[in-house]
């Protein structure tokens, strides 16, 4: 085997001898009858004990259904001393062992962790057929030795057998991450070569294999050429969609199942539920959430959570609050669900006294995203000491070692609450390499905060570690621009040129009767996009009376203000609240949800069109949540 296996004590030949002589001296001092019925009866009531004891007794009459039964109590209990009491009574009484029982063995150590033994036992067998073969490829691949399993196919391909569908699931299970995708598709040459590709098992795994590993197109053009297809390729390909961001997509895929009609499982709503939370869609969460309560699936803790998690990412806290109190138990992933919905929301003192509940329960066991929330909460809620002191006793009471995220909660802290030269210094007494997120959260915090000087050193770090990185750029522009520095702002500028790195897009969505729009920075394409000027236009005249001024300091471009504020009314977040003015009824909540961080002035724009126009506004970017009533934000203007 290519590398070493931490295995649980295994058994040697003297053991099993040692064994076989004990069994021996029981069976040739009893007198008993025993028949090998008996052992049935033991076997269904779990007195796995008695039971070998009998096995003993009975010696010779002992037959492949007896051994069969005992060896079926042994996995089932997952008792390697009795598997090997049973190897050691064929050794004596010279049972020849058939291909069956063979197999059985291998279970029953692969079962138990014993990866040496059931190859040991698998490397014996004088015959192996498909059975064997994929049991012992199942066992490594489920302790993630996947080139072993890769290893075993090429073996059994050599030796003439032929793999059926159950070794080709099995064996894609291997061919997962960038390194496996190519393993995973000559695999799939073999399984079109074999007539497999139409067979249903085989397609689930394979469209799974290709999501997991990033191919999702692959995965979509296996799905889409399934004879038919159960809910369990369906949740494979929207979980896939999923996971790689590709939220609307698996929206659409979730909108045709329901079409076809099709039973969901839970599996296929705590799925769908993450793309909804990816684009913050809060009525179709909704539904969603409705549907599971009309179809009577079982709650599982990990429905909970998808739902904990939708309800927070679209900012209905107080919903996710009453999934949270009403489930029967918790995991530490429930806890970190709630935690971090407040902490994203600037809850700080929600989200401490939440903390403190779960200290007291003592039933779940703080972990380092229990912390990150905690510390990330503090930082966005003006409670730097509070921070300070649960960074102190993370390790300390917790036994929770702090990670360079946590490092970075607290650089965080330090510069949100104008402490610059003291987060500086953090960093230059941390014990491990700061890495680019720290350097960032600094030079955030410079920009904030106005300090040119330590900025400076700030970016020059970052753009060493993360020079791909437009965000970096751009911050450093800001801070240049922030001076009136514009040379130094066109530098920054022709440096991105040079490295053909370019900024990221500005790109919003909002919901609209379960539609989502989309708009993206200075947009022309929207077909209501003339609609939209003129609401924002009609909007800026309004929201001046009321003291609105745009805020064109941090524009990157050396043009007069006006045609900054032009530019200023072209982001995509603005775009998006106007349509919503324009589209949903007076009173209703405007949602919107932003791909990168809100500026300072559309936060601005957000507050004085809630107090204009009677609105609530809630508007998610890629790090917070802002809750907007009657020109006042959630996040206190602090964040």
Known sequence: MRREIHLFAGFSRNILYSLSFQITQRFASSSSTISPTNLETLCSNGHLTYALADMAKIGLQMDLQAYDTVLNECIKQKSVRGGQRVQAHM??????????????????????????????????????????WTAMMSAYSKRSYGSEALDLLLQMLRSGSKPNEYTFATVLTCCTGICGLEYGRQVHSLIIKSNYESQLYVGCSLLDMYAKSGAIHEARFVFEDLPERDVVSWTAIISGYAQLGLDEDALELFRRLLREGMTLNYVTY?????????????????????????????????????????????????????????????????????????SKHGMAKELTELFEVMKKDKKVKPDKVTYLAILSGCSHGEMENK???????????????????????????????????????????????PNAAIWGSLLGACLVHSN????????????????????????????????????????????????????????????????????????HLHPDI??????????????????????????????????????????????????????????????????????????????????????????????????????????????
């Open 91 to 132: 050794i004596k009484t010279q049972y020849k062992q058939p291909l069956y029982l063979g197999t059985r063995f291998l279970v029953l150590y692969s079962k138990c962790d014993c990866l040496r033994e059931a190859r040991q036992v698998f490397d014996e067998m004088p015959d192996k057929n498909v059975v064997s």
């Open 270 to 342: 705590a799925s769908v539920l993450t793309a909804v939370s990816g684009l913050a869609a809060y009525e179709m969460g909704k539904q969603i959430h409705s549907h599971v309560i009309r179809s009577e699936v079982p709650f599982y803790v990990v429905l909970q959570n998808s739902l904990i998690d939708t309800y927070t990412k679209c900012g209905q806290l107080t919903y996710a609050r009453k999934v949270f109190d009403k489930m029967p138990e918790r995991t530490v992933i429930s806890w970190n669900a709630m935690l971090v919905g407040y």
């Open 387 to 433: 921070g300070l002191e649960f960074f102190d006793e993370m390790n300390e009471k917790d036994g929770v070692v702090p990670d360079i995220e946590h490092y970075g909660c607290v650089v965080d802290l330090l510069g949100r609450a104008g402490q610059v030269e003291k987060a500086f210094d953090f960093i230059k007494k941390m014990p491990i390499e």
């Open 452 to 523: 040119v000087e330590i900025g400076e050193i700030a970016g020059q770090r970052i753009l060493e570690i993360e020079p791909e990185n437009p965000g970096n750029y751009v911050i450093l522009s800001n801070l240049f621009a922030s001076r009136g520095r514009w040379d130094d702002v066109r530098n920054i500028r022709n440096l991105m040129e040079e490295k053909a790195v370019a900024k990221d897009p500005g790109k919003s969505w909002i919901e609209i009767d379960q539609t989502l729009h989309t708009f993206h920075a200075g947009d």
């Open 530 to 639: 003339n609609k939209v000027y003129d609401k924002m236009n009609e909007l800026l005249v309004k929201l001046k009376e009321y003291g609105y001024s745009p805020d064109v300091s941090r524009v990157l471009y050396d043009v007069d203000d006006e045609q900054k504020e032009k530019i200023l009314l072209g982001h995509s977040e603005k775009l998006a609240l106007a349509y919503g003015l324009i589209c949903s009824p007076e009173g209703k909540t405007i949602r919107i949800m932003k791909n990168l961080r809100v500026c300072v002035d559309c936060h601005s724009f957000a507050k004085v069109v809630s107090q204009v126009c009677g609105r609530e506004v809630f508007m998610r970017d890629k790090n917070r949540f802002h809750h907007i009533v009657d020109g006042i934000c959630s996040c206190g203007d602090y964040w």
